[in-house]
């Protein structure tokens, strides 16, 4: 693998999932591009959607610079009829999705105090309403062929309490509770669903916020470091593989040990 995940694809996974079809959201940048290159090394095939339209088509040509197995696709997932659109066309290239990742989402540093009704509408409209109306159109199709593999990216956010940041909390609770749902009626069809539940990751935007700030978000973490993004996605890749068909409604945490249960 290129980049900044640091690994190759072990050929086991390659012969695993090569041929696969995987939808990534928010697949621009961060986690969701180290999703989208992990999936990319795999040999499957990547309908990478993000809202940033001129960044999403920068990361799939450097992932993919012979535009063979990643296609970005500009969608606002707040827009249900843009996104079954969307599904669509991605659908007539790369055929149905095998696999979803519902990696896209919004945040909300503020307060419970300081979030107002339409921040706090705009946060679930991201979070938790379109990954349950994406998952639904998708799985459409996973039900109907007997296979699928769903994996929501939650957040050790969404299981202990902070001051500021209760919308985004409440949402990744939300979302992993989604996953149940859905795990619980599509057990019978052969597809899974589950969630992944990482802390804080090593991003741009992280390390901008000073050494000494992040220090002592470091000292709270067991193992003493912050995780790699390319270790939640390797785990989601194993999530999604062939040898996962017996783990449904389960959540990952992926912490350093900052939550042990």
């Known amino acids: 693998?290129?980049?900044?995940?640091?690994?190759?694809?072990?050929?086991?996974?390659?012969?695993?999932?090569?041929?696969?079809?995987?939808?990534?959201?928010?697949?621009?940048?961060?986690?969701?591009?180290?999703?989208?290159?992990?999936?990319?090394?795999?040999?499957?095939?990547?309908?990478?959607?993000?809202?940033?339209?001129?960044?999403?088509?920068?990361?799939?040509?450097?992932?993919?610079?012979?535009?063979?197995?990643?296609?970005?696709?500009?969608?606002?997932?707040?827009?249900?009829?843009?996104?079954?659109?969307?599904?669509?066309?991605?659908?007539?290239?790369?055929?149905?999705?095998?696999?979803?990742?519902?990696?896209?989402?919004?945040?909300?540093?503020?307060?419970?105090?300081?979030?107002?009704?339409?921040?706090?509408?705009?946060?679930?409209?991201?979070?938790?309403?379109?990954?349950?109306?994406?998952?639904?159109?998708?799985?459409?199709?996973?039900r109907a062929r007997g296979w699928g593999r769903v994996v929501n990216m939650a957040s050790l956010a969404g299981q202990i309490a902070r001051p500021t940041g209760a919308a985004y909390g409440a949402s990744k609770a939300a979302l992993t509770a989604l996953t149940r749902a859905f795990a619980a009626e599509l057990a019978p069809y052969g597809v899974t669903v589950n969630t992944v539940a990482p802390a804080m990751f090593d991003t741009p935007m992280v390390r901008g916020i000073g050494r000494e700030a992040l220090a002592g978000l470091i000292a709270q973490v067991p193992v003493g470091r912050i995780a790699r993004p390319e270790e939640i996605a390797l785990l989601v890749r194993h999530l999604v593989g062939p040898d996962s068909g017996f783990i449904t409604g389960a959540t990952y945490d992926i912490n350093g040990g900052a939550l042990m249960r």
């Open 1 to 142: 693998m290129r980049g900044d995940t640091g690994a190759v694809a072990p050929a086991a996974y390659r012969g695993q999932l090569a041929g696969r079809t995987a939808l990534v959201t928010g697949g621009a940048q961060g986690l969701g591009a180290t999703v989208v290159r992990v999936m990319y090394d795999a040999g499957v095939r990547v309908l990478s959607w993000d809202v940033d339209e001129a960044r999403n088509r920068a990361t799939a040509a450097e992932i993919d610079p012979g535009d063979a197995l990643v296609l970005p696709v500009h969608v606002d997932l707040t827009d249900l009829e843009a996104v079954e659109c969307a599904y669509r066309c991605g659908r007539e290239r790369f055929g149905p999705a095998d696999i979803l990742v519902n990696n896209a989402a919004r945040a909300l540093p503020k307060s419970l105090w300081e979030t107002t009704a339409a921040e706090w509408d705009q946060v679930f409209e991201v979070n938790v309403r379109a990954a349950f109306f994406l998952t639904r159109t998708v799985a459409t199709d996973m």
